[in-house]
């Protein structure tokens, strides 16, 4: 049995429930569950809810060198609690798990971190928020100046994030729906960071600047046991707005989607099931199995007609447990850039 | 008198029960006689021939050979008997397949003493057997074979000469020549010969001619 | 048509019940042997590689503490934190009440490299069951050993390596008490890039190379080619007889062929059906001896592991397991084994015209006419042997050899037999055994395949043994070479080193430091030795070659030692120059035998070795004295050494005697099954015979012998060949010996071992070979010696 299996299971509830991993579906088993109407408390909950089941800190920027050329970035931390409790030392039931990647038109390169909290190994510390995994790092003086760096066998990259904009919460008020029996997540993002600083890569360093979204989220039961993946999108356009929507694929072929459209000033809303639609256009061969990679993405209630397509359909993350993201372009009513995210494809 | 059988008897195991193959059968037999013992198939004259050449043990009767009770012999006696005093030739598979001529003639005459190499030769040519010496018996005619058994038999100078049905195997010339042969060597070495035999032909050539019928003699 | 020809020829085996039962048995003996030896060899195998795997021996680097047994696990956190994909491991023993011991290997699962995960998870509800509950994995034999006296949840788990518990780091730490401590660090193969160099962030630690295959599995692999070939011997044996059984049946049956012919069965269809049939048999066949060399392996294991575990300190597992390899192995040699056995009489059955003689017994007459070919092939397989000997090179090139050997050999031994048996007839004075040996001589023909299957028994034995024990005696030899100091001790630091230095100075006659890095040599993982030469070298050691004064221009730092593995893999010699170190280059002095050890060694002066590793201090020793006893009551009692810093010479020469001895409880089993086998093969062809024997023996009684006179006979007549046989074989097995030691050895380990003679041994093997043949003939005797005189005296019968 790989381990690293074992940890996706725990984790990526998603894939867990497509793997027929039920366990997570309802119960909760002593973890705390999500409430509406949530209070937050910042810096605070930057931090680590190890209450809650799982949690993570997840990075996307698109961002461009001086030719012009574009590329994207992922760096993703991970928290998974084995027990609603956290301790010093070996025992400590936190498992930290990280991904990073850099994606070209050519090329995708990834890596991945595991780690036990309790030994200093991982672990994030809200003020002055400091998020570590080896040698993988977000941290700065507060949550709106941050610096993140991290490194893989073929890449590094070492990024100054500034926020030019407020937090936007997504749902009602951060609490995220994920399914009509209500499982649900707090769920907030920073949409707004410029980006600006280095890649290695294998041909050389190339400075680039660009834009980065982070996201927040945690929960301990956050999808129905009839989902089988999803397929997330985080689009920024021309003028400044920006759309989340996400559409979580159900076993019986039907969806239930969100969306969250931000205005170019942070000013949100919110969309309920069915509001924000996605369709496939064209798919693409990558790693054995048949992934999207062009869409038909909609959302009516704001004049939203655009196809999205990836920069590197390859942007396949071999992972222990493999799923897809990369940046993506944005054309049609709107045009901009964004990143894609889709799991539970077999 | 050189062979004396009393109320000889035997029976073999059988599907009903035994069956009773000799019934009391009285015989004697002469030094230099030769007799001929015929009878249907079933009647018991071969079991008689084994019974006095020592192959076999009787149940009950006594058997004289020489004037020497041979009925109660053990296992060892009774291939002494077989060695030294008596000469058995059967209808086939009479020899060692793995001695060739020369060998299988003189083994009994070894067996009990030695052989006379002149003896052997004198034999052998006497039977026209002297071009086939070194073959083995794979490689001979049936009549040939019987020649050599023949041979065999009368190199070791027994004083009883059993054979049962010697040419029954062989075609009507070969046959008729073989008995002559055989019965100009016996009379030559002055041993007495009983020869089993549902031929009338052979059995007239015989001094005297036993009938054995449901295990008793006629 | 199918069925109709198929039970046709089923009525053949239902009215020879016995050549059946010799065609399954002889198969599955042969199955069973072959994997019975092969089970052994892989579940040793499997247990060094769950070691490995555990240990990520080999495969991976590991980082290493400088100085003492453990190190700090802020040193991994630091090593993390800049990047290093390191994974801890923390090993130790925990001594249990009865004072055995078991070793325990605490793991990170996040972090072992490449997914490693050494055991069952799923056992205890997965990962999250293994990191956060105190969970113990161990084989069932450790398990129960443990169980009830370590804290935590003992779990059962087949893959773990013998003598091994294997647990959370974290669980680790609290049964061996060391809070914190990590005993090495894995090192990942594929590691980020721009990694700060080691010695920046942990100069406290070393890191050692992957090594591509573990000293554990090199040396025992010596042992296992010795089984190995055992087994295949024996395979051979077996199929010897399986060939006999196939070829008799097929040629009984030649008339039922030309009936079934005759009545419109074409003979394609025959012969596939004949190939069905033998299909069947040997899945059946295979099946049973898969389930007997289960048996046979269980039944050697213990043994065996305990030969390993001695030998070469490798755990292996005390019991079998029936693994599905073995069944697809056993499997395939039975069918493998069947095709070959009966490749021959098929090919004739399909060549055979229609109207053919169908007397069967012309085969065993054909194999008599047949011979002067044999002969031929024999003649030429053995050219071959003498020149794979000669112009061979190669583990390919030996085994060739060995194949060659044993083939001509078997091939000729009916021409020799025959020649020997020939000559007793003429020499025999008496009827009866001018007779008896040519008789002898009429049955050779059957019972060639058996008397071929007695030969490669007892060769494969005499070659085996005397391999084993040449290399018990060389090893025992160079044992004393090499432990000639009374007393090895080791110091737990450099620092301590020295003060014992001091206090041994006027104490011990000589104090020998053992000091040795590994490091590269003419392109070889060799391990180099600083040696301080002295009267101990100069007395015990003992040359294969060298040059004039060889110690005293070591001494002076003039010259290197190198054993005999380095030397035949650098294809050097005494007197060539060898690089030790970056700028220094040494003429060889001369060239040692080294048993113990499958990677190179090369000795240079103590001064010399200081200059090239300055860093490297000894901290074992090696001290001669007079009164051991005394020496070691000093270094404890005023010292302060621990009891168990100190190894009496005796003690490790009674061990290595000791795991010889398990060495030879093994062989000698196996000598006996092989010889059993080969017994069982004279048996079944003795059976076999004894019906056509009755018309060949019955003459011989009717002319004066008596029955238990001619089942006398037949004993001797299988006493005698088997006599012959053996003296035969015993030249082929010194002749195997000889390939085993001085070519294969050398090809696959790279030493040679001399070769010694055992009379006393060969001479108990004859006797088993004897008790072998005379039990094999002692029914058929009998029941020949209690025939009824009717059953004779039925071949002569005119009416039946």
New interface residues.
Partial sequence: MNVRVLIFCLLWPLQAAAQGFAGLGSAAEGFAVPQPDPVFDFPADHGAHPDYRIEWWYLTANLEGPDGTAYGIQWTLFRSALLPETLQGWGDPQIWFAHAAVTTPQAHHVAERVARGGIGQAGVEPAPFRAWIDDWQMAGPNFDRLRVTASGPEFRYALDLQAEGPLVFHGEGGFSVKSAEGQASYYYSQPFFSVEGVLSLPKGDVPVTGQGWLDREWSSQPLSDTQSGWDWFSLSFDGGAKLMGFQLRQTDGTTYSAATWIGADGQTTSFPDGAFRARALEQTEVAGRTVPTRWQVELPDKGVDVTVSALNRAAWMDVSLPYWEGPVSVAGSHAGRGYLEMTGYE | MLLEVENLTKS?PGADGPVAVLRGVDLRLAAGETVALTGE??SGK?TLL?LVGG???ADGGTIRFDGRDITALD??G???????DVG?I??????????DVA?NI???A???GG?DMDRLQTLAKALGLDDHLRKYPESLSGGQQQRVAIA?TLMARPKLVLA??PT?NLDEATAADVLAQMLELVSETGAALMVVTHSAAVAGQMGRQLHLSRGRLA | MTGAGFSALWSHWRRNPLQLFTLVAGLALATALWSGVQAINAEARASYDAAAQTLGEGRFDHLLPRAGETVGQDRYVALRRSGWQVSPVLEGRVFLPDNSSVRVLGIDPLTTPGGLSPVRMEAVGGLAGFLTEASLFADAETAARVDGHLEGQVVVDPSAAPGVVITDIGTAQALLGQSGRISRMIVAELQPIGLPPLDRIAPDLIRRPAQEVSDVGRLTDSFHLNLTAFGFLSFAVGIFIVHGAIGLAFEQRRGMVRTLRALGMPLGRLVWLMVAELFVLALLAGALGVVLGYLIAGFLLPDVAATLRGLYGADVAGSVRLRPSWWASGFAIALIGTGVAAAGALWQIARMPLLASARPRAWVMARGQGAWRLGALAGLLLLAALGFALWGSGLAAGFALLACLLTGAALALPLILRAVLRLAEGRARSAVWQWFWADTRQQLPSLTLALMALLLAIAANVGVSTMVSSFRLTFVGFLDQRLAPELFITADTPEQAAALEGFLASRAREVLPVNSVETQVAGLPTELFGARVGLTYRENWQFLAQGPDPWDRVGAGQAVIINEQLARRAALWVGDRIAVGPDLSLPIAGIVADYGNPIGQAVVAEAVFARLFPDQAATRFGLRSDDPAALRRALIDDFGLPEGNIVDQAQIKAFSLEVFDRTFTVTAALNVLTLAVAGFAILMSLLTLAALRVPQLAPAWALGLTRAALGRLELRRAVSLAVLTTVLALPLGLALAWVLLAVVNVEAFGWELPMYLFPLDYARLALFALLAAVLAALWPAIRLARTPPGDLLKVFANER
């Avoid at chain 2, 009774?78 to 030294?84: D, Q, S, T, Y």
């Fill in positions: 073999y198939s079933g071969s084994h192959l076999d043990t296992d060892t009774r291939a002494a008997l077989r060695r030294r058995v059967f209808q086939q598979f009479n020899l060692i397949p793995s001695l060998a003189a083994f009994q070894r067996l009990s052989a065999r049962d049905e029954g």
